[in-house]
């Protein structure tokens, strides 16, 4: 490495994001549909929501308009009326709900960790929005 | 084309169209804003704050307990 050359820097991982990957690797140890499987779920859903309940941020001006709440509402209600479709016509191998489809993610460890990451990182990304 | 197909295409329309207006609100382009910066707007009142944590909470049960 040259003398001009700077190391890159990398964003050191807080405490959260540490308990985050510690506790994803070890619930996604549990496989769906069993009692460990929604103790770990329903542990770090109370944990999260003590903390939400607790934080105190000051209020934030709304910044959305209507118009674009909109196609969000739009594209949920068609994500719910697509997910009673598959349902109500078989929610079986041949007519999947999303559940139905990621069941062969969600069944590996990989898919498990990766599902628990992105769960427990959206709802401590929640817990940061909290307003009073 | 079999159900199975278009029940996949149907989910994979929706997810590709959220990616749009996603990136598309990233952009600036108007009226569209980001699902984050909606989402921040739904959590400003008590009511949208239920909905939002109780979806949250959902999804994790649903997708990754039940």
């Known amino acids: 490495m040259s003398a001009t050359q700077v190391p890159a820097r990398v964003a050191p991982l807080g405490w959260w994001d540490a308990l985050i990957v510690v506790y994803a690797a070890l619930a996604a140890l549990c496989r769906p549909l ?6 770990a779920v329903l542990l770090a859903g109370a944990a999260l929501l003590a903390l939400a309940a607790r934080r105190q941020v000051p209020p934030q001006p709304v910044i959305c308009s209507r118009r674009a709440v909109l196609p969000w509402m739009v594209l949920a209600l068609l994500l719910a009326g697509w997910e009673l479709t598959a349902m109500l016509w078989g929610n079986d191998s041949a007519h999947p709900s999303l559940s139905l489809l990621l069941d062969p993610v969600l069944d590996t460890y990989p898919g498990r960790l990766v599902g628990y990451l992105a ?9 940061t929005r909290m307003t009073r | 084309m079999t ?3 278009v029940i996949l295409v ?5 997810l590709a169209a959220a990616l749009v207006v996603d990136v ?4 600036g382009r ?7 910066r909606v989402l921040e707007t739904a959590m400003t009142w008590r009511a949208g704050r239920w909905m939002v944590w109780g979806a949250w909470l ?3 049960f649903h997708f990754l307990a039940r």
């Open chain 1, 34 to 39: 069993t009692a460990p499987a929604a103790v």
């Open chain 1, 119 to 127: 769960w427990l990182a959206t709802g401590r990304w929640l817990v």
């Open chain 2, 3 to 5: 159900p199975y197909v």
């Open chain 2, 10 to 14: 149907g989910f994979a329309g929706l």
């Open chain 2, 24 to 27: 598309l609100g990233r952009a």
């Open chain 2, 30 to 36: 108007e009226p569209l804003r980001p699902l984050a």
């Open chain 2, 58 to 60: 959902w999804i994790g």
